[in-house]
């Protein structure tokens, strides 16, 4: 396997969560890395992204609530998400930007009102 997303659950609305993803594959720190979501009945759509240098990019319906990080010396990607809402609630996955590896299972977040 190599991505495996965690960290998922059940969260009350304007609670807080933090994901995981172990990306197994030598080359992690070259990538930029993005964190997904697909919700019921919905594309996948990208909600974080950090390039190799560190740079960031959020989607705007997560911006200020949610923080990518990584941590090169691991091969972890996290995403720490706060102020959650009902339509956050997803499978939240990763991958690389470009040339991205084949698709986890992901993590459930289920946010309720």
């Known amino acids: 396997v190599q991505l495996q997303a965690s960290g998922g659950g059940f969260v009350q609305a304007g609670g807080s969560l933090r994901l995981s993803c172990v990306v197994s594959?030598?080359?992690?720190?070259?990538?930029?890395l993005v964190w997904y979501r697909q919700a019921p009945g919905k594309q996948r759509e990208s909600v974080a992204l950090?390039?190799?240098?560190?740079?960031?990019h959020y989607d705007d319906s997560v911006k200020g609530r949610f923080t990518i990080s990584r941590d090169d010396s691991k091969n972890i990607l996290y995403l720490q998400m706060n102020s959650l809402k009902p339509e956050d609630t997803a499978v939240y996955y990763c991958?690389?930007?470009?040339?991205?590896?084949?698709w986890g299972q992901g993590t459930l977040v289920t946010v309720s009102s």
């Open positions: 950090i390039g190799s240098t560190g740079t960031t």
């Open positions: 991958n690389r930007l470009r040339n991205p590896l084949s």
């Open positions: 594959v030598s080359t992690f720190s070259r990538h930029s």
